[in-house]
């Protein structure tokens, strides 16, 4: 049975840094394509937001511009373990962080949730940026 589970989240002010975990089982990070959405408050499954994703492999990064610089993504094989690294949080990012396994990987600017319905999701870890 395929499980994901975030951990990491909590409440943390402007400016300040986050290390999100989506320990995996019953599946290898390392063949699988993971990626990290968010969904904000009031919003539905269908607006979560695409943030980073790593491919199976190689581990290609796939990211959004406007997070370079403050956002990464990683993976450690051996924990079995993708990481999602928030520095510089903000207001606005104040959100519940969802990890997704897929063995297929779409990625766009505007990612949708839905393109990785399909996959294993997490229940998600909350994050509140707020001073």
């Known amino acids: ?22 320990a995996a089982s019953g599946l290898n990070v390392e063949d699988s394509n993971i990626a990290w959405f968010r969904q904000a408050p009031g919003k539905d499954f269908d607006e979560r937001e695409g943030v980073l994703a790593i491919g199976k492999g190689g581990g290609e990064i796939y990211k959004k511009p406007y997070l370079e610089g403050r956002f990464t993504i990683s993976r450690d094989n051996y924990a079995n373990t993708v990481y999602l690294e928030m520095n510089n949080l903000k207001t606005e990012e104040t959100a519940d962080y969802y990890c997704v396994a897929a063995g297929g990987l779409i990625w766009a600017q505007n990612v949708k949730a839905a393109w990785w319905a399909s996959g294993y999701w997490g229940q998600g870890t909350q994050v509140t940026v707020s001073s």
């Open 1 to 22: 049975q395929v499980q994901l589970v975030e951990s990491g989240g909590g409440l943390v002010q402007p400016g300040g840094s986050l290390r999100l975990s989506c």
